[in-house]
């Protein structure tokens, strides 16, 4: 009797299943370092009321908070809406800027976790100065 392992089609068909089932496990989670910089943003630049949804938990999938977009595939980050998240001024003066003195300095570092990262809106919010690399301004 032939051994069933020995027919191509047989591997290749439990191949494919073990990519599909790999595949289905990394879109429905959330990768850990794009679920802690996004914590750390939530702590430094937002609070609860505006972000509900952005719990730390084991069970809980960042590609399921709001304004939050995976790859459907990946599993991967691709689109974050963090517009009017934080203002310090309530109401904009007559150019229709809003008074960002003493804001935080928004470090861009936390976004590089982000590998397919393809949009990112901070519109609307107020940050004093921007930081791309460690030590720098």
């Known amino acids: 009797m032939e051994c069933p392992w020995k027919k191509p089609w047989v591997v290749l068909m439990g191949a494919i299943a073990l990519i599909q089932l790999y595949g289905s496990i990394n879109s429905h989670g959330c ?8 914590l750390e943003f939530k702590a430094a630049y937002s609070n609860d009321s505006l972000l509900p949804s952005w719990m730390d938990g084991p069970n809980n999938n960042c590609c399921d908070w709001e304004r939050v977009t995976c790859h459907p595939s990946s599993g991967r980050v691709i689109h974050l809406s963090l517009y009017a998240l934080y203002k310090l001024g ?31 809106n901070l519109s609307y919010n107020c940050f004093g100065e921007f930081i791309s690399k460690p030590g720098t301004l």
């Open 90 to 120: 309530s109401l904009p003066d007559d150019n229709g800027e809003y008074d960002c003195d003493g804001s935080p300095t928004l470090n861009g570092t936390m976004f590089l976790s982000f590998r397919e990262l393809r949009t990112l």
């Open 31 to 38: 990768f850990t370092e794009e679920k802690r910089s996004l």
